[in-house]
């Protein structure tokens, strides 16, 4: 199982973010967590101006 912050639109190569929710107190932050039966793994990022 996996999930992430954001969900994108991608059509005839143009990526457009359609849902995107922060958890951070950054501009901007994404990431995805994955999990399975034994493990769980996260991987973030966030950037500021």
Do not use: C, H
């Not at 929710?21 to 973030?44: E, L, N, T, Y």
């Amino acid at each position: 199982m996996y999930d992430t912050n954001a969900d994108v639109d991608v059509q005839s190569g143009n990526v457009e973010l359609s849902r995107w929710s922060p958890i951070s107190q950054a501009i901007f932050d994404a990431g995805q967590v994955v999990i399975d039966k034994k493990k769980i793994g996260m991987i973030w990022v966030e950037d500021e101006d």
